[in-house]
């Protein structure tokens, strides 16, 4: 699937979302360039056919083995990579939900290097993909509501 998705001639729609359990949030790193490397929230591409919740949840229980329950928008993110010509190589636009987790155990599937609950204070510390603390903390207000 990663071939369709170098150089695109649209974006690509994904979910991800900010996991909260025992007060503490779901932070995961990705085991394959382009995305390998900083902590980032779990989550993928939405299907043809699947609404914005039915994907992050199949995202979520495929990566990481745990049902969750999305309670809200709590961001967004545009991914653009270019190559050195400067053309489009990669274009997501990722909407971040905020979830409680409901059931399971983490299990890391083989598109994660790792996977860790975090103190959400601590985020803004970690070597992350762009904004996530902001997207954490977003998140921890809407379920904090909820």
Do not use: Q
Request: net charge negative; hydrophobic share 55%.
């Amino acid at each position: 699937m990663s071939a369709a998705r170098d150089y695109p001639d649209r974006p690509f729609l994904a979910v991800s979302a900010a996991v909260f359990r025992a007060g503490r949030v779901l932070l995961v790193r990705r085991a394959r360039p382009p995305s390998a490397g900083p902590w980032t929230l779990p989550g993928g591409a939405v299907e043809a056919g699947e609404t914005l919740h039915e994907a992050v949840v199949r995202e979520l229980r495929e990566e990481t083995g745990l049902a969750i329950a999305p309670l809200g928008l709590a961001g967004h993110r545009e991914i653009i990579l270019r190559d050195a010509a400067g053309r489009t190589e990669r274009h997501f636009v990722v909407l971040a939900f905020a979830a409680r987790w409901v059931a399971g155990e983490l299990v890391v599937d083989t598109e994660l290097a790792a996977a860790a609950w975090h103190d959400p204070a601590v985020v803004a510390g970690l070597d992350t993909t762009e904004g996530l603390a902001e997207i954490v903390m977003a998140a921890w207000a809407i379920v904090g509501a909820a």
